[in-house]
């Protein structure tokens, strides 16, 4: 079932390229300056949200996504060439989800918008960059530092206005065919759906100006036991949280069961299921009323309704007696209810969010004594030090001044660093000196 609205995907940005060493090299100059270009930045990896798709369906053949590295700085303070990003797409509605903590890091719901899953590294600066007064032939390039890698879930949540809940054989997808260009599979059996439906309804008239839309999600029947996860309707409430108003349909020629007990049944798993879905204003649609046997029990049921305060339509899809009614209706209270937002949405939207979100930069670090070696890890430092060659004294030099300012010296002292003690950074082994 989740075949269709989950995927896990692993996405690896570009390093970025190494610097240059390089040393000018001119006739009758023994020994030219350093003149080598920095290294291009790696590609980025970023998701947009796309229209055109529905479903994450493509994720299940594909999983592995990386953007290019960069090109290595050149001689002559030539720049090497910056990676190509690689973009994903993914349907609007698309929920980004980080592993393993399962933060929610980003919701694409609008078309065009998109999220820097993974930030390619930077390019490594070329040797011109150290040259002093005192130095004027540094031997020393930074490397390129590392793309960041992610693991992600996606998940869609279809983003439909309107829902259509009610039994199985109610009648759903037949009225999500008439009303919109979806073409649902329909059928005398129950659970035909097994699938969410999407469809735009399109009411008034464009041309004049009048025309409204709204998206309809026609989903599995639900059964007794559906919130529990019985029958097929369980995965699929979920796509219907984040719409605005349901269609509670009702068929009217079964015999077999009383349609008021069929309607409270189904509100009673919606409820067990959760309070938002509950909260949902609701239209009450009896359908098949082209039937004899619907015909007969209809005004005991639209009674029913009325004494309970809900709205209540009768419509015959196979006739479309009612349906425009119920199409306008939905269209009018549309116009009265917000936008809903699942609550990691609003958070994100009061956060600021905006088409292009990047991750923090993160220079927090531990330090921990492993079988006597002091071992310090963190986000920053890694690649503070991924960034240097170690076996360039100079590289060294810089490293050694980066982590005196991040206090990692500071923090090995009060832990009671010795000399002779052995530090570890990342792939880097250092001996602790006297001063
Ligand atoms: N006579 C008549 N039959 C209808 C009408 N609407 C639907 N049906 C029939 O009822 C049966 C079930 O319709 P569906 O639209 O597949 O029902 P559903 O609610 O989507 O069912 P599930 O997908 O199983 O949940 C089909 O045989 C339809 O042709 C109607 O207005 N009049
Ligand atoms: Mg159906």
């Known amino acids: 079932m989740d075949f269709f609205d989950r995927a896990n995907i692993h996405v690896q940005a570009g ?4 610097g240059s060493a390089h040393m000018r090299r001119e006739k009758f100059v023994p020994l030219g300056g350093p003149d080598g270009g920095d290294g291009g930045r790696g590609g980025s990896v970023y998701l947009e949200a796309d229209t055109a798709l529905n479903t994450l369906v493509d994720f299940h053949y ?3 996504f990386r953007a290019e590295e960069g090109g290595m700085g050149l001689s002559n303070r030539r720049h090497g060439k910056s990676g190509a990003d690689c973009i994903i797409h993914v349907p609007a509605g698309t929920i980004v989800v980080r592993e393993p903590d399962g933060a929610v890091i980003a919701d694409l719901t609008e078309p065009g918008q998109q999220f820097m899953a993974a930030r390619g590294g930077r390019g490594g600066l070329g040797n011109t960059h150290f ?4 130095h004027q032939a540094p031997r020393e390039a930074q490397l390129g530092e ?11 949540k279809l983003i439909a206005d309107v829902g259509l809940v009610g039994a199985p054989n109610a009648g759903k997808s037949t009225l999500l065919s008439v009303v ?3 073409r649902p599979k329909i059928a005398d059996y129950p659970f035909t759906t097994l699938i969410p439906n999407l469809g735009v309804v399109v009411v008034g008239d464009y041309s004049r100006g009048s025309g409204e839309s709204f998206i ?6 639900l059964i007794e036991g559906a919130s529990q996860g019985v029958g097929l309707g369980h995965d699929f409430l979920r796509h219907i949280e984040r719409t605005r108003l349901l269609l509670h349909l009702v068929d009217g020629s079964d015999m077999e069961n009383d349609p008021w007990m069929e309607f409270e049944k189904i509100n009673s798993e919606l409820q067990a299921y959760s309070d938002d879905l509950t909260a949902l204003p609701q239209l009450a649609i009896f359908t098949k009323v ?3 046997d619907a015909q007969t029990r209809w005004p005991e049921f639209e009674q029913k309704a009325q004494q309970n305060g809900i709205e209540v339509f009768a419509i015959s899809a196979a006739s479309s007696e009612g349906v425009q009614a119920v199409m306008y209706r939905t269209a009018e209270l549309l116009r009265t209810l917000p936008p809903r937002l699942l609550p990691e949405t609003a958070a994100f939207k009061a956060a600021g969010g905006s088409a292009v979100i990047r991750p923090q930069d993160d220079d927090r670090y531990t330090i921990t004594k492993e079988q006597g070696i002091f071992v310090v890890s963190g986000k920053k430092v890694d690649r503070v030090v991924a960034m240097t060659n170690p076996n360039n004294e100079e590289g060294m030099a810089r490293l050694e001044k980066r982590l005196s300012e991040m206090g990692v010296f500071e923090k090995l002292e009060n832990m009671g660093v010795q000399p002779g003690d052995t530090v570890r950074f990342g792939q880097i082994e250092l001996l602790w000196g006297e001063s």
């Open 15 to 18: 390093k970025g390229g190494n």
């Open 62 to 64: 594909h999983q592995k």
């Open 131 to 134: 040259a002093t007064a005192t």
């Open 146 to 156: 590392p793309g960041e890698i992610a693991d992600l879930r996606l998940e869609l």
């Open 180 to 182: 919109t260009a979806a």
């Open 216 to 221: 309809m999600a026609d989903i599995p029947g």
């Open 290 to 292: 082209d039937l004899p």
